[in-house]
């Protein structure tokens, strides 16, 4: 089921809303819940396009899904100047269960192979909680506070041969990475990082041990040595 509504015209925009209600086949959602709304404005003699407010938000729902139901939300101001082949989307933010990214990105040259480049932002965040919802007998590590501390912010710039994470910072747990990476040529890939890890207890990520404990032996009395 489809619905649409929209105020202003299609030359000028107006209030756009969108509602999608579907039954998806193939996938864990017996139903899907999908909605879109903006404030568009759009010139089409100057060929510039606007969208404030941008809002779109999932619902899925399911017996096999974590809790039975799934939510996410995608919100943006979206710009295009197809004049300069420019594309702006700023106060990017995308939210999923418990873990949020926010962002910018800047894109020139659409009408050629476009370059894009922008931030991307991961607030720390529990991926133990995350990664235990979705499968709740998938995650057992020795330590179990590990994966309850994750976050990053990077800066991007990619075209269609090349990609490039100008800035890098991570973090998980007490384990702090910054630096950069790089790949170019995608159709013959090179690579290259420079990558600065503070500390790494991997131990603590490991399964924890199944196999029976290890009795520790007690020594008998000392007595004469035989040679």
Do not use: C, W
Request: proline letters at 8%.
């Amino acid at each position: 089921k489809i619905s649409a509504n929209q105020s202003g015209t299609p030359k000028t925009g107006g209030v756009l809303k969108l509602t999608i209600n579907a039954k998806p086949k193939g996938l864990p959602a017996q139903n899907a819940n999908l909605a879109l709304t903006g404030d568009a404005d759009l010139n089409l003699a100057a060929q510039q396009y606007r969208v404030d407010d941008l809002h779109a938000s999932a619902e899925l729902q399911g017996p096999t899904l974590p809790d039975k139901r799934v939510t996410a939300s995608l919100d943006a101001k979206v710009a295009a100047d197809l004049n300069k082949q420019t594309l702006d989307v700023t106060d990017l933010k995308l939210a999923a269960m418990n873990a949020i990214v926010t962002g910018r990105i800047h894109g020139s040259d659409l009408l050629k192979p476009p370059q894009l480049s922008g931030t991307v932002t991961v607030p720390d965040f529990n991926a133990r909680q995350l990664l235990s919802q979705l499968d709740p007998n998938a995650l057992k590590t020795t330590d179990p506070k590990a994966l309850t501390s994750v976050g990053a912010d990077v800066a991007f710039t990619a075209s269609n041969t090349a990609a490039e994470f100008t800035k890098l910072q991570a973090h998980l747990d007490e384990t702090h990475l910054s630096g950069s990476a790089a790949v170019t040529n995608f159709a013959h890939p090179s690579y290259r990082f420079r990558l600065d890890v503070d500390q790494l207890d991997a131990d603590r990520y490991l399964p924890p041990p199944t196999g029976p404990k290890t009795q520790p032996v007690t020594p008998g009395p000392a007595g004469a040595a035989e040679i």
